[in-house]
């Protein structure tokens, strides 16, 4: 590859509502304090579930945005456009021609609150009861359309949908666009809003969360010999991303450059994670960065707490990158965000190379014997290093690294 290929691109915008926080600085506060945003579902509709706790939302995006407005968004619609908010703002709103703005913006299932709420409507009441908003609300491009139509961004506005490897793969394609030339400015990550009765309840029949109902904050422990799945969340997650030269010609603010993207595909089982595939994305991610393993001293592993696969990652990590670097898994305090998962670990990893902080696993008390990384444990990590880099997989096979760079 020559240099052109491996350009470096500014991340000079970060944007997020998570189960720690309504933004970055909240949800950061919260990972390096290491609190929880899991909590127990009150409401009567999860009474019979037998899987009854998630990460919520502390701040409502319908009051953020104001209920007039919200009411025709499907809430993971909603909370992109909170993250989105934040993140133009964070960049400085810049100065782009809406011709080379991109939007990517991706999901993992889209508008499904939408979806089942208005199925019921239609059942109960008759086709004459549907909201006229009910398409434009469920569909999976919801997110970046209506980000896009917010910023008028008018050089595309794309959706990948590859489960909870979509946050991550949405930043690599916006990384794509830049160095393609197709876009000066991409705002790119991922929003996901589906904690719902038939989601926990599918997640539940194929033993994939963990059952602690008693223990809510308790529930996410990824490496730990404890743990039994992972604890659905929802939120969003997003970074402006700049051409390098633009950036700097605007005087921004750069938290950390993006370096690097590896994306790739297992082939090998609608569920079951494969260490080979996930090893290629990482090699893949170094090489398209121009970096070695040992260049690498930071990772933020995908890690969702499920027994085989923080072990088939373990695997993977060992074997692409080696046992060296520090390894942190934010998902043990927010919860799996399924396709904004990626992309909020890529915004703790731009602020971890900045601030020089790696958080500290939550409820890592009994390191699994079997996981041979170094584990960041007990409090957060002081130190500088030049390159960190994040994971992101999903079920269908895929998977997705990015490598950010210190600047």
């Not at 086709?127 to 910023?151: D, Q, W």
């Not at 705002?187 to 963990?210: M, R, Y």
């Not at 090489?287 to 088939?312: E, F, I, R």
Request: proline share 5%.
């Amino acid at each position: 590859m020559g240099d052109g290929i491996r350009a470096r691109v500014s991340v000079t915008g970060l944007g997020a509502t998570t189960p720690l926080a309504g933004d970055v600085a909240g949800t950061w506060a919260g990972l390096l304090e290491g609190r929880s945003g899991i909590r127990l579902i009150e409401e009567d509709w999860a009474g019979d579930l037998p899987v009854r706790i998630a990460g919520r939302l502390p701040v409502d995006p319908a009051e953020v945005l104001g209920r007039v407005a919200a009411r025709r968004l499907d809430r993971c619609q909603q909370v992109a456009l909170v993250a989105a908010r934040e993140a133009w703002a964070d960049a400085g709103a810049p100065g782009v021609e809406p011709e080379r703005l991109a939007v990517v913006i991706g999901t993992g299932v889209g508008g499904v609150l939408t979806t089942l709420t208005q199925n019921e409507i239609l059942e109960r009441s008759g086709p004459r009861r549907i909201s006229p908003y009910t398409v434009p609300m469920l569909m999976p491009n919801g997110p970046a359309a209506v980000v896009s139509i917010e910023l008028g961004a008018r050089g595309g506005a794309h959706t990948p949908v590859s489960a909870c490897a979509t946050g991550a793969e949405a930043i690599a394609m916006g990384l794509d666009l830049i160095r393609l030339g197709r876009a000066d400015v991409v705002i790119a990550g991922g929003a996901e809003a589906c904690v719902h009765p038939l989601t926990l309840a599918g997640f539940a029949q194929a033993k994939a969360v963990s059952p602690r109902n008693d223990a809510p904050q308790e529930a996410s422990r990824p490496f730990d010999a404890g743990r039994d799945g992972f604890v659905l969340g929802e939120g969003a997650a997003l970074v402006v991303l700049e051409r390098e030269e633009f950036a700097a010609a605007r005087g921004a603010r750069v938290h950390a450059a993006l370096a690097g993207a590896g994306v790739t595909s297992d082939a090998h089982h609608i569920t079951a994670a494969d260490a080979a595939g996930q090893a290629r994305a990482m090699r893949l991610a170094l090489a398209d960065a121009g970096l070695d393993a040992l260049d690498v001293g930071y990772v933020n592993a995908h890690a969702t707490s499920t027994p085989t696969g923080d072990l088939t990652e373990n695997a993977s990590i060992a074997e692409a990158i080696g046992t060296h670097p520090a390894v942190t898994a934010i998902k043990s305090m927010t919860g799996h965000l399924c396709g904004a998962a990626g992309s909020l670990a890529a915004i703790a990893t731009v602020l971890g190379l900045r601030d020089g902080m790696i958080p500290a696993i939550r409820n890592l008390d009994d390191p699994d014997p079997e996981v041979k990384l170094d584990l960041v444990a007990g409090a957060p990590r002081t130190g500088r290093w030049t390159a960190g880099l994040v994971n992101s997989f999903g079920f269908g096979g895929h998977n997705a690294s990015l490598v950010f760079t210190s600047v």
